[in-house]
């Protein structure tokens, strides 16, 4: 996500203003003409980066002008909530209050139900014209699967971040506390609940770090590949369903979480803890395992060295199920995605291409990865002399510049800094040899399904369960309705719209219209 990238300042509406952009080719005669700065206002989401919620004037920070000022522009950046993106979008739909450029995160496509009512509304502009045009790097560096997810009526109308490998959540474990476990580190289910025993054994607090509504907390479910999601449907019989439809596997998913809540093996009050409140318990040492993107493994490494100097976090392969495989959702090969205003100007327009094609050139790429030359990095022998910070405060503020302000990216992994440093290169050697090869696919459909935009309790959504399954796993987990009832959920689900969803999928498998196979 940025989602990390590619997930408040305010908690209302906000905006970002970015003033004319040039691109780094050479302009064409009518550009040469001097012009004075085109504003343009662009929503996004605070990715819950605590050094830009800790700024008293985001648009005053050094990154900020620096960047305006490498691509000729003057931003003003205001920033949504990540928790209340999707309302906020919906409150811009409903009030015609929508900025000349609304950045979103992961998941929001233009054939999906979050944004398609908007795109038929003629609130967004195609791009096909403008991208040849003013976006010639973006057109090549980014792969055409990535494109295929921002079409609509086949005609592009975002600009993405993309994703060269469709796995990037991953296990992480502080090694440290492991080791003082004297267990190996944890292959299957079975062996990751006994780490987490000895962990609690050991003093630490809340071993398996659960996030409120399950979020980056999913690993047992795709070890078990039951995850409720809009891209994980599965034939069974003659009808193609959701895969928490399994209900053994379902049921021994369940029971794991139910298992870890009884022991205390994570949080009492998991079902209220937001990514703040589970960041912070990650970062004082109460938790030893959790999951998160593989490339913000950096990250962790540095925030939690400040309540234990001697932390050590490591990515490992995820705990696996009875078929031998886990891992944790596969990806679309898209991140954020940059919209644009159907009411801009066309000379507008072109300037929003141009500052997000920047984004992908050589010179882009070198400062948000490095910075400004003489502050942060110098030149040696043609080459980048860089140091990477070290402290949790410098790191977020790396983040910040080189995650937050760069809307265009390979999010996958940052292989141009990772290779700088050798905790760096050790991300990338256990991205490639561990994240690529696990990760739970399943039937999915584009465009998502209609029915599951159209009933609220049994909608699917690409990383959201529907509320109602959502809610009957919590009381499972409390110990409030038996995990024996989960057939009786099921047709709870159907009755709440689960039988149209059902159909709707089942007759576009059969008819092969829209539909993508996993791996």
């Given at each position: 996500?940025k989602?990390w990238k590619k ?5 209302s ?15 064409k005669?009518a550009?040469?003409k001097p012009q ?9 989401s605070?990715?819950l980066?605590k050094?830009?919620l ?9 990154w900020?002008k620096k960047l305006?000022?490498?691509?000729n522009t003057?931003?003003?950046i ?9 309302p906020k ?5 409903a009030?015609?209050d929508?900025?000349?450029?609304m950045?979103t995160?992961?998941?929001m496509?233009p054939?999906?139900?979050d944004?398609?009512g ?7 502009m195609?791009l096909?014209?403008l991208l ?7 057109l090549?560096?980014?792969p ?5 997810e921002?079409?609509?009526n086949?005609?592009?109308y975002a600009i993405?971040e993309?994703l060269?490998?469709s796995t ?5 474990i502080?090694k440290?506390?492991l080791?003082?476990?004297g267990l190996?580190?944890p ?5 990751l609940l006994?780490?987490l025993r000895a962990?609690k054994k050991?003093g ?10 399950f979020?980056?907390?999913d690993v047992i479910f ?5 995850m409720p ?5 599965e034939k069974?019989g003659d009808q193609?369903?959701p ?5 053994e ?5 369940l029971?794991v979480?139910k298992?870890m809540?009884?022991e ?9 803890l937001d990514?703040n409140?589970w960041t912070n318990n990650?970062n004082?040492?109460k938790?030893?395992v959790?999951?998160?993107n593989?490339?913000l493994l950096l990250?962790w490494i540095?925030t939690?060295?400040?309540?234990n100097?001697?932390?050590?976090v ?5 705990p696996?199920?009875?078929?031998g495989?886990g891992?944790?959702m596969?990806?679309?090969y ?7 205003n159907?009411k801009?100007s066309?000379?507008?327009?072109a300037?929003?291409?141009?500052f997000?094609?920047?984004m992908?050139t050589?010179?882009?790429?070198r400062?948000?990865?490095?910075g ?10 043609g080459?980048v002399a860089?140091?990477?910070?070290t ?8 983040q910040?510049r080189s995650?937050?302000?760069?809307l265009v990216?390979?999010?996958a992994?940052?292989r141009t800094?990772l290779?700088?440093?050798e ?5 990338v050697q ?13 039937i999915a459909?584009q ?6 935009a159209?009933y609220t309790d049994a909608?699917?959504?690409?990383s959201?369960?529907p509320?109602?399954i959502l ?8 110990g ?7 057939p009786k959920?099921l047709?709870e689900?159907k ?8 159909k709707?999928a089942t007759?576009?498998y059969?008819q092969?219209?829209g539909?993508?196979?996993g791996d």
């Amino acid at each position: 996500m940025k989602r990390w990238k590619k997930a408040g300042m305010l908690a209302s509406l906000t905006y970002v203003t970015i003033v004319g952009c040039s691109s780094p080719a050479a302009p064409k005669a009518a550009d040469n003409k001097p012009q004075g700065p085109v504003k343009i206002s662009i929503s996004m989401s605070d990715s819950l980066n605590k050094y830009a919620l800790a700024s008293t004037d985001i648009n005053k920070d050094k990154w900020v002008k620096k960047l305006g000022e490498l691509t000729n522009t003057e931003l003003d950046i205001r920033l949504v909530p990540h928790a209340e993106f999707k309302p906020k979008t919906a409150l811009m739909f409903a009030s015609n209050d929508i900025p000349d450029v609304m950045n979103t995160i992961q998941g929001m496509f233009p054939e999906g139900p979050d944004m398609s009512g908007a795109i038929k509304g003629g609130l967004f502009m195609p791009l096909d014209d403008l991208l040849k045009e003013y976006g010639q790097d973006l057109l090549k560096a980014i792969p055409k699967e990535a494109w295929n997810e921002v079409k609509y009526n086949g005609k592009i109308y975002a600009i993405p971040e993309y994703l060269s490998s469709s796995t990037r959540r991953a296990t992480f474990i502080r090694k440290d506390l492991l080791d003082q476990t004297g267990l190996p580190a944890p292959k299957t289910v079975d062996d990751l609940l006994n780490v987490l025993r000895a962990m609690k054994k050991n003093g630490v607090a809340e071993p398996f770090a659960f996030r409120k509504d399950f979020v980056y907390s999913d690993v047992i479910f795709g070890a078990y590949d039951v995850m409720p999601y809009s891209t994980m449907f599965e034939k069974i019989g003659d009808q193609v369903v959701p895969k928490f439809f399994k209900v053994e596997a379902m049921q021994k998913a369940l029971q794991v979480y139910k298992t870890m809540y009884d022991e205390g093996l994570m949080a009492k009050d998991f079902a209220s803890l937001d990514g703040n409140k589970w960041t912070n318990n990650i970062n004082a040492g109460k938790s030893g395992v959790w999951n998160h993107n593989a490339n913000l493994l950096l990250n962790w490494i540095n925030t939690t060295k400040p309540a234990n100097a001697k932390s050590e976090v490591i990515i490992i392969p995820s705990p696996v199920g009875d078929d031998g495989k886990g891992g944790m959702m596969k990806y679309s090969y898209t991140g954020g995605l940059s919209y644009i205003n159907s009411k801009v100007s066309q000379e507008k327009a072109a300037a929003i291409v141009k500052f997000h094609n920047y984004m992908i050139t050589e010179a882009g790429d070198r400062f948000f990865n490095f910075g400004i030359e003489g502050d942060t990095y110098t030149m040696k022998d043609g080459k980048v002399a860089y140091k990477q910070p070290t402290t949790p405060e410098g790191t977020l503020e790396e983040q910040f510049r080189s995650v937050m302000l760069r809307l265009v990216e390979d999010t996958a992994l940052n292989r141009t800094l990772l290779n700088t440093t050798e905790d760096g290169k050790k991300l990338v050697q256990q991205f490639d040899t561990i994240v690529t090869k696990e990760g739970r696919s399943g039937i999915a459909f584009q465009p998502e399904l209609a029915a599951s935009a159209k009933y609220t309790d049994a909608g699917i959504k690409f990383s959201d369960m529907p509320p109602v399954i959502l809610d009957h796993m919590l009381k499972m987990v409390y110990g409030k309705e038996p995990i024996s009832d989960w057939p009786k959920v099921l047709e709870e689900w159907k009755s709440k719209g689960g039988n149209d969803i059902i159909k709707e999928a089942t007759d576009r498998y059969n008819q092969k219209s829209g539909v993508i196979m996993g791996d």
